[in-house]
């Protein structure tokens, strides 16, 4: 009986850490489709605006609401970030995610001022260009926070489809003898498995594996790179220090032992 209700008690207790896994995984699915479609709206006033090749007060006003579209996304995540602070991992990765939101206003803030001046003649080669480069930087960051969203979901989703563990209560240890500690010494951290947060590091170490190897191809001498050149190529070097961190900190080496420990 006693076995029994032990393993009652576990089988509730798995429950409920699935329950709080399937909240996330929804919390953040909300964040992902709300900012599916702050880039789709920033795609499609694009291809009005130079459609026109002019600014217009409709145009100045979609692109503010789709400022206060993106801020109130990236408040929202920098809340939820702040509930997983354990969970060192996802954290970080929506920290990220709430920078490239950040980065994406501040690009269309800059655009916005600029389509005020620009109400009054079509644009000129120079200003398409400048139009256009505006428009690829806001959704590249936007695409990046998004890609950061779709990582923590893969990983999360892996792991409310894992079948659960059968359980042979003839194999249960004496009930008499006190628990066995858990195997591996990882336990799960705000609600999230370690092996969902390892995942996601590894898709950050591929991914800036690529990075690291596109930017190579695009300068392959390293003493002429430029102002630009050498900042991505720092912020590259950053980039590996903070995957570094986090795997340290998923992964703590032992500590010595003191004198006279067993």
Do not use: C, Y
């Amino acid at each position: 009986e006693i076995n029994r209700a032990k393993e009652e008690l576990k089988q509730a207790e798995e429950e409920l850490a699935r329950e709080l896994l399937i909240k996330i995984h929804d919390q953040l699915e909300g964040l992902k489709i709300r900012q599916v479609g702050s880039l789709e709206r920033s795609e499609n006033l694009h291809i009005k605006i130079m459609k026109r090749k002019i600014w217009t007060d409709a145009f100045l006003d979609t692109i503010e609401g789709n400022m206060e579209a993106q801020k109130s996304i990236s408040e929202e995540t920098d809340v939820f970030k702040e509930k997983l602070k354990e969970a060192k991992v996802f954290h970080s990765l929506l920290e990220k995610a709430k920078d490239s939101m950040d980065k994406a206003v501040k690009v269309m803030d800059i655009r916005r001022e600029e389509g005020k001046d620009r109400r009054e003649n079509k644009f000129n080669d120079a200003e398409i260009k400048d139009e256009n480069e505006w428009h690829l930087d806001t959704v590249k960051h936007q695409k990046v926070a998004l890609a950061k969203l779709d990582r923590l979901l893969d990983a999360l989703k892996d792991e409310i489809k894992k079948p659960k563990k059968p359980r042979d209560l003839a194999k249960q240890e004496d009930p008499m003898q006190p628990p066995k500690e858990p195997e591996g010494g990882m336990q799960p951290r705000d609600g999230i498995p370690p092996t969902a947060q390892l995942k996601v590091l590894r898709a950050e170490q591929l991914d800036l594996n690529q990075q690291t190897e596109d930017f190579a191809k695009r300068n392959p001498d390293l003493t002429k790179l430029n102002e630009d050149q050498q900042r991505e190529l720092m912020e590259l070097s950053q980039e590996q220090e903070r995957i570094h961190d986090l795997f340290r900190a998923l992964f703590p080496p032992p500590q010595p032992l003191k004198e006279g420990d067993p």
